[in-house]
């Protein structure tokens, strides 16, 4: 006989909108408490699943569905599980959906999911020579094509997504190639008054140089951008005296 989570988590399948809005509203309230983590973390196999199909209704639905997801993702034994199910993938794409409503909270998920080295992985596509990269060059264009001045910027978070994916070989690869020119468009995003963008270029850029010795002339050959971010910090405020 089902418990009442179970029951619960049944009910995010209904063919009633309003059961299944009430049923998705609860278990987000759920995942803001340790205690309601550790609960559904019993009944992932249920919990994550049903939550991901949620992702392509309608924003009353797909928003707290997505929220909590962030949440379970911050589980790292959760999060392993979703990437294993395909999450890049489905977050990718409804990402990039026509007016997408979740787009901020998308970026987030994707965040935490980048996390984890199979996360990184999955988002660079290492798997498949042809495609490679594709979903990391989206991102990018993405995330130096939106305006950091508007009050809303679902694609500030690109840049935790940059420093993760830069921690590994494969994505500092990615990055520093030439052909595709990444960092040069991620460096210039280092004068944005955004401090989630900058810190998230500073820490790309730091990553990236760790492979100096074997990228030196990809680094050079954005030079004129690169150490401008480089030795801003270092310089501080300018003083003007009358």
């Not at 049903?50 to 949440?71: D, F, G, H, M, Y």
């Not at 379970?72 to 977050?91: D, F, H, P, Y």
Request: aromatic letters at 6%.
């Amino acid at each position: 006989m089902a418990n009442e989570l179970e029951e619960l988590l049944g009910f995010l399948c209904s063919p009633s909108p309003s059961v299944k809005k009430a049923a998705v509203d609860i278990v987000r309230g759920l995942t803001g408490s340790e205690d309601g983590l550790q609960s559904l973390s019993k009944y992932s196999k249920i919990a994550l699943p049903s939550l991901a199909r949620l992702l392509s209704e309608n924003k009353e639905v797909s928003e707290p569905a997505t929220e909590a997801l962030v949440n379970l993702s911050q589980n790292s034994e959760l999060a392993g599980k979703m990437v294993q199910m395909g999450m890049i993938k489905t977050a990718m794409d409804l990402l990039y959906k026509p007016d997408s409503s979740i787009t901020r909270l998308l970026v987030m998920l994707l965040v935490n999911l980048t996390q984890l080295d199979y996360g990184i992985s999955s988002l660079l596509q290492v798997e498949d020579e042809q495609i490679q990269g594709l979903y990391v060059m989206k991102l990018v264009r993405s995330f130096c094509r939106s305006s950091s001045e508007a009050s809303d910027d679902p694609f500030e978070h690109v840049g935790s997504i940059l420093v993760n994916i830069s921690k590994k070989e494969a994505g500092r690869k990615i990055l520093l190639d030439p052909k595709r020119g990444l960092l040069k468009q991620i460096v210039r995003q280092f004068d944005s008054s955004n401090y989630l963008r900058k810190k998230g270029v500073s820490g790309t850029i730091r990553n990236c140089c760790f492979e100096a010795e074997h990228q030196l002339q990809n680094l050079l050959l954005i030079s004129e951008f690169l150490w401008p971010a480089l030795l801003l910090p270092v310089a501080g405020n300018k003083v003007i005296f009358c």
